[in-house]
């Protein structure tokens, strides 16, 4: 596609539930790359991908978050058992390669835990 | 562990002005700096330096590498409102993900 194009836009969703946020990359782009982004603050890292493999994800907060990438092109960030301080911006960044080009990212999914 | 300080955290200018956005860092075996604009959610790419490009322009935006010194800076000459935003700053290491600062919120009046 043209751009990084993330859905939902936004999602409500109770405490305790199970949720998917996706991700679809540029076309082409090799690297995939999920942050959080809480009010006032940067994006804060959580996991990047080199194809279908995660070549790190030491920023997933605990094991209740999950992100597969299986065919190297459409990601998903798994949240089980959602806490209420799991509300926040997640973005969804792709580049061709990783590291010395430049990343660019969708428009976010809100999600907000009530 | 990759760090990234921007200051000021936040700015306010009239129209016309030209404002300094300031980016310091520390990290493992530098990649890129990357500079970005985020209004709403989506942050928007400006500039990427690297060791073979310490200098970036497009505009009225600006922007260059100081490797040695370990910083950089985002110079925006006459600004207009629509320059209101938060400016991030971050930067890739050897371990290619791009760690951010806490941005500059950059409010323009006219």
């Known amino acids: 596609g043209a751009g990084v194009s993330q859905t939902p836009s936004n999602k409500v969703t109770e405490k305790g539930k199970y949720v998917e946020l996706r991700c679809d990359p540029i076309?082409?782009?090799?690297?995939l790359y999920w942050y959080r982004q809480s009010l006032g603050q940067g994006p804060e890292f959580l996991i990047y991908f080199q194809g279908t493999g995660a070549a790190d994800d030491s920023g997933l907060p605990n094991d209740r978050f999950f992100a597969v990438r299986p065919e190297g092109s459409v990601s998903t960030l798994k949240i089980q058992r959602t806490e209420r301080g799991d509300s926040a911006v997640y973005l969804c960044a792709s580049s061709k390669t990783g590291g010395n080009t430049e990343a660019f990212f969708g428009q976010g999914t809100r999600l907000t835990v009530v | 562990e990759d760090k990234v300080v921007q200051s000021p955290l936040s700015l306010v200018v009239h129209e016309g002005d030209t404002v300094t956005l300031n980016c310091s860092y520390e990290?493992?075996?530098?990649?890129?700096l990357l500079w970005y604009k985020q209004e709403k959610k989506a942050p928007t790419f400006l500039f990427m330096l690297t060791s073979s490009g310490i200098e970036k322009k497009s505009g009225r935006l600006s922007s260059i590498l100081d490797k040695k010194e370990l910083f950089s800076i985002l110079n925006i000459t006459a600004t207009q409102t629509g320059d209101s935003a938060v400016y991030l700053c971050?930067?890739?290491?050897?371990?290619?993900?791009?760690?951010f600062g806490k941005g500059t919120l950059l409010t323009v009046n006219p």
């Open positions: 990290v493992t075996n530098f990649r890129s």
């Open positions: 971050a930067v890739a290491g050897s371990n290619y993900k791009l760690t």
């Open positions: 076309s082409g782009h090799t690297a």
